[in-house]
Structures are given as C-alpha cells and as structure tokens.
C-alpha cells in the first residue's frame, strides 16, 4: 500500500519561503512521476508542479519562477522549495504519485495522472 505523508506546511507573511516536503512508501518502482497539487476554499484542486525519477518537471505558470519542485529517490521523498509567497498562494497542499508510470509536460499537471494522494499540509500566507 502506497502512503504520502506531506509536511512543512504554516503560516508566513507575504514574500516569505516555506519548503514543504512529502515521504513515500510503500513501493518499490524505479521509475515514477510525483506532484504536488493545491486547493484553496471554494477552488477546484489545481496543479502546482511535477517530476520524474530522470528529473523532468513542470510548474505550473502560476508559480513558475518562485516554486521549485525536487526528488530525493534514495529518501523517497519530495520537495516543494516555495519562494516569494503570495496571499493567493494560501492552500491545502498535497503530494501525489503515480508508481510505476513516467510522464510528459501537461500530463504531470493533470490531477488524474496519479493514483496516491496524501492528507494535505495547509499553507497560510497573510499580507
């Protein structure tokens, strides 16, 4: 049973950085694909960035330029570097994985490309 577990979540002040971190387990796949993904009250869930185990990613335009998204394969483990935050940036953040399946561009994007989800770690940026 695949499990994510996401962490690093708070509250900061506007322009300030959180890195907000995601542990899997529960597999054992070489390749993979691995996301991050935010929903904000009352929105509709919403691609933040995604990585593949060679490496490729996509950040959403939203972010692009202030979030970095990274892939720890020894640990397991995903990162958010969240740079420059913004009050619109306020959300449930959760991390997101598809064992076993390598994708390309906007299909790391896409909320249905993943098969695991984590709980969430809520981001609260105030001005």
């Known amino acids: 049973q695949v499990q994510l577990v996401e962490s690093g979540g708070g509250s900061v002040q506007s322009g300030g950085s959180l890195r907000l971190s995601c542990a899997a387990s529960g597999h054992t796949y070489a390749t993979y694909s691995m996301g991050w993904f935010r929903q904000a009250p009352g929105k509709e869930r919403e691609a933040v960035a995604g990585?593949?185990?060679?490496?490729?990613?996509r950040v959403a335009d939203s972010v692009k330029g202030r979030f970095t998204i990274s892939l720890d394969k020894d640990k397991n483990a995903l990162y958010l570097q969240m740079d420059g935050l913004k009050v619109e940036d306020t959300a449930m953040y959760f991390c997101a994985g598809a064992p076993g399946k390598y994708y390309f561009g906007d299909a790391l994007l896409s909320h249905s490309s993943y098969d695991y989800w984590g709980q969430g770690t809520q981001v609260t940026v105030s001005s």
């Open positions: 990585i593949t185990t060679d490496g490729r990613t």
